[in-house]
């Protein structure tokens, strides 16, 4: 419903329990000024659990403390810096995380514009 409202030509999709880096948006955006046939662009996601905040932001990297999401690090480490970086490096990437991504709003209308009820 958003993306019928929308007035920008780039549009942010983050989830709800994802803390973004004061910087993150800035560098994404940069990345459409770069290349204007760029259709979308993700950020580095990692996984928070056992850190510790202070005033919104990371103040003390952890690790958790349950081997279950200690290994969930691991993979999330594998898909995100091993598997995905790979692929974008070669202009293959399949997904954009649902944790942080930024968006060409045309394109997605085009690819998708039934359901926005236009």
């Known amino acids: 419903m958003g993306l019928t409202y929308a007035t920008f ?5 983050v989830d709800a329990d994802s803390l ?3 910087e993150a948006l800035l ?3 940069r990345r459409f000024i770069e290349n204007d046939r760029l259709l979308a ?7 928070m659990n056992g850190s510790h ?3 919104g932001r990371v ?4 690790l958790p403390g349950t ?3 200690r290994v969930q690090i691991v993979e999330y480490a594998r898909a995100f810096l091993a598997g995905r970086t790979t692929f974008s490096s070669l202009g293959l990437l ?4 649902g944790a942080f991504g930024l968006f060409r709003r045309a394109d997605v209308m085009e690819a998708g514009a039934s359901w926005t009820g236009r």
């Open 27 to 29: 560098r994404l955006a």
């Open 59 to 62: 103040s003390e990297l952890r």
């Open 53 to 55: 905040m202070r005033d």
């Open 41 to 47: 662009a993700g950020g580095s996601v990692r996984i």
């Open 94 to 97: 399949l997904i954009i995380s």
């Open 9 to 13: 030509p780039l549009f942010c999709a």
């Open 67 to 69: 081997w279950v999401e």
């Open 20 to 22: 973004l880096d004061a």
